[in-house]
């Protein structure tokens, strides 16, 4: 089993900061790629950004490109998020999750195993 636990969700100003980070612990080994997700009220979790594992592949949706980096630090397990220049429309529920496969996926349902959860708000 993988265990991923999110931190650096909270309240912020249009146009500010945050850096979201992930740490995965248990049998990381079987990790290959990792993603971001987001769900607002009523709406479907939706794919954020994603990254290999191993460095060098990284996806991105659309509407956060250029705005957000998702990077990671092996020797410490953990993914980060970096989110530049939020909007009131990046306000959601923030989910890590991790996948057994190299290749970045974007459904929600190609993952194994997800977090709970880190809240951002951003105000207008």
């Known amino acids: 089993q993988v265990q991923l636990v999110e931190s650096g969700g909270g309240l912020v100003q249009a146009g500010g900061s945050l850096r979201l980070s992930c740490v995965a612990s248990?049998?990381?080994?079987?990790?290959?790629?990792m993603g971001w997700f987001r769900q607002a009220p009523g709406k479907e979790r939706e794919f954020v950004a994603g990254?290999?594992?191993?460095?060098?592949?990284?996806a991105y949706t659309d509407s956060v490109k250029g705005r957000f980096t998702i990077s990671r630090d092996n020797a410490k397990n953990t993914v980060y998020l970096q989110m530049n220049s939020l909007r009131p429309e990046d306000t959601a529920l923030y989910y890590c999750?991790?996948?057994?496969?190299?290749?970045?996926?974007?459904?929600?349902?190609?993952?194994?195993?997800w977090g709970q959860g880190t809240q951002v708000t951003v105000s207008s």
């Open positions: 999750a991790a996948n057994r496969e190299a290749i970045i996926r974007r459904p929600a349902l190609e993952y194994d195993y």
């Open positions: 248990g049998r990381t080994f079987g990790i290959y790629s």
């Open positions: 990254i290999r594992w191993s460095g060098g592949i990284y």
